[in-house]
Nanobody, 115 residues
């Protein structure tokens, strides 16, 4: 089992930046891919970005060019740097980790983009 804890959310003005952090603990040796999802009120949870053990990255079209996902295996952490934030980025952001036959979620962190 893997436990995930997110930090770094908050209120930011349009055009601003923030970095989300996720710390993994537990059976981290079995993690294959880590990612960030977001869920806006009334909408489904959507994948924002992911990174595999081989550092292959995926970005949703909505954040391409504005987001960077990175991973620090030594510290068991994954980061999501987001720039040029838009009001439509407002959502709860969840850290996700997957292994061969399991999946874990963090508790989520609120990101609000508003002036």
């Amino acid at each position: 089992q893997v436990q995930l804890v997110e930090t770094g959310g908050g209120l930011v003005q349009p055009g601003g930046s923030l970095r989300l952090s996720c710390t993994a603990s537990g059976s981290i040796f079995s993690i294959y891919v880590m990612g960030w999802y977001h869920q806006a009120p009334g909408k489904q949870r959507e994948l924002v970005a992911s990174i595999t053990n081989g550092l292959r990255k995926y970005y949703a079209d909505s954040v391409k060019g504005r987001a960077t996902i990175s991973r620090d295996n030594a510290e068991n952490m994954v980061y999501l740097q987001m720039n040029s934030l838009k009001p439509e980025d407002t959502a709860v952001y969840y850290c996700n980790a997957r292994g061969p036959s399991w999946e874990s979620w963090g508790q989520g962190t609120q990101v609000t983009v508003s002036s």
